[in-house]
Nanobody
Framework: QVQLVESGGGLVQAGGSLRLFCAASGRPLSSLDMGWFRQVPGKERGFVAGINWSGGRTTYADSVKGRYSISRDNAKNTVYLQMNNLKPEDTAVYYC???????????????WGQGTQVTVSS
């Protein structure tokens, strides 16, 4: 069973940047497509960005295209999310999870980490 731990969130002003980290233990991530998701209170958790197992392909939600960049280091069993030009509407708890594939973007694991809070002030 994989355990995923997200970190790197915080409070930032609009236009600022943050880098999120997703560290895994329990199994290697190198064979898995991975994704970042986010959730605000009262709404369903939604897909933000995904990366295939090798890092050669990425996909993004329309709302973050051109501002976010997902990457991974399989040697460190870690996935990253670089967030630039942040907007107040990006405020959410961010989670990582494996995805079945980059096309349907469905989270693969039923259990989630604690997430990391990102708050963007206007």
């Amino acid at each position: 069973q994989v355990q995923l731990v997200e970190s790197g969130g915080g409070l930032v002003q609009a236009g600022g940047s943050l880098r999120l980290f997703c560290a895994a233990s329990g199994r290697p991530l190198s064979s898995l497509d991975m994704g970042w998701f986010r959730q605000v209170p009262g709404k369903e958790r939604g897909f933000v960005a995904g990366i295939n197992w090798s890092g050669g392909r990425t996909t993004y939600a329309d709302s973050v295209k051109g501002r976010y960049s997902i990457s991974r280091d399989n040697a460190k069993n870690t996935v990253y999310l670089q967030m630039n030009n942040l907007k107040p509407e990006d405020t959410a708890v961010y989670y990582c999870n494996a995805v079945d594939n980059l096309f349907d973007r469905h989270p693969r694991f039923g259990s989630w980490g604690q997430g990391t809070q990102v708050t963007v002030s206007s």
